[in-house]
Nanobody, 125 residues
Framework: QVQLVESEGGLAQAGGSLRLSCAAS????????MAWFRQAPGKEREFVAA????????YYADSVKGRFTISRDNAKNTVYLQMNSLKPEETAVFYC??????????????????WGQGTQVTVSS
């Protein structure tokens, strides 16, 4: 089992940048595929990005490709999400998630076993 704790999100202006981090407990972090999802007010939680156990492969939602970067540091049990060129419509609660059963990347929420508590990201226009 793993516990996930996201860093404090924050406020950015449109076009600005933020970096989120998610720290995992335990010594088996490197055995989890990690992902970021987000949920805007009144909307479903949606996939943002995912990274394999070693960090060798990543996958992004089309809406963030080229602007967001997911990375991980297995020595620090931490996954990151660098967000650039932020848009006001990306105001949401961001969640990190961990998948334990496979090294395959997935955009589907039910594939992920563990979730953080979420962190608010607000982008002003």
């Amino acid at each position: 089992q793993v516990q996930l704790v996201e860093s404090e999100g924050g406020l950015a202006q449109a076009g600005g940048s933020l970096r989120l981090s998610c720290a995992a407990s335990g010594r088996t972090f490197s055995t989890y595929v990690m992902a970021w999802f987000r949920q805007a007010p009144g909307k479903e939680r949606e996939f943002v990005a995912a990274i394999t156990r070693s960090g060798g492969r990543t996958y992004y939602a089309d809406s963030v490709k080229g602007r967001f970067t997911i990375s991980r540091d297995n020595a620090k049990n931490t996954v990151y999400l660098q967000m650039n060129s932020l848009k006001p419509e990306e105001t949401a609660v961001f969640y990190c998630a961990a998948r334990s059963d496979s090294d395959l990347l997935s955009t589907l929420k039910f594939r992920y076993d563990y979730w953080g508590q979420g962190t608010q990201v607000t982008v002003s226009s």
